[in-house]
């Protein structure tokens, strides 16, 4: 008999990661939707993100991997490399490795974002950095 394979997952399958300060995170509700221990042998990370009022995910790089993101639902604030850009519904960005971004919710409302790690299998293997002078990056935890 051939073996089971596993093509599909939903979000409730997932519990979200406990990421904290030590990360860079701040009141985020991430799911690592794809990754090497979701689906064995991926070679890409999926993941799902939501930033309630508030939260944030810091100054920060990645040096093994590009990141992809796209916002569903919200508007928040993402610096990259200087330049300030406004996430809304619809809107996708590439951020390349290596180059130091941060995200904020500075709005009432959620923002839901999906990202990709197009080449790395897990979070581990991004190799994130987190920049030891966030105001450095004209980066505040709130507005």
């Known amino acids: 008999m051939a073996e089971s394979k596993k093509f599909i997952l939903s979000r409730d399958e997932i519990q979200p990661d406990d990421v904290g300060d030590e990360e860079g995170f701040q009141g985020v509700d991430i799911r690592w939707m794809i990754t090497d221990e979701t689906f064995p042998g991926a070679h890409s990370t999926l993941f799902r993100v939501i930033f309630p009022k508030g939260a944030y995910h810091g100054p920060h790089w990645h040096t093994n991997t590009d990141e992809l993101l796209y916002t ?3 508007h928040a604030i993402q610096w990259v490399d200087g330049v300030v850009c406004e ?3 619809g809107t996708a960005m590439y951020i390349p490795k290596g180059i130091i971004h ?4 500075d709005s ?3 923002v839901e974002v999906i990202g990709i790690y197009p ?3 897990n979070y581990a293997a ?3 950095h987190l920049a030891e ?6 980066f ?4």
């Open 72 to 74: 569903v639902r919200g």
């Open 119 to 121: 080449d790395v299998p």
């Open 102 to 105: 941060w995200m904020r919710n």
């Open 126 to 128: 991004s190799d994130q």
């Open 140 to 143: 505040t935890p709130h507005p």
């Open 108 to 110: 009432d409302e959620d």
């Open 87 to 89: 996430m809304k519904p």
């Open 133 to 138: 002078d966030p105001e450095k990056y004209d």
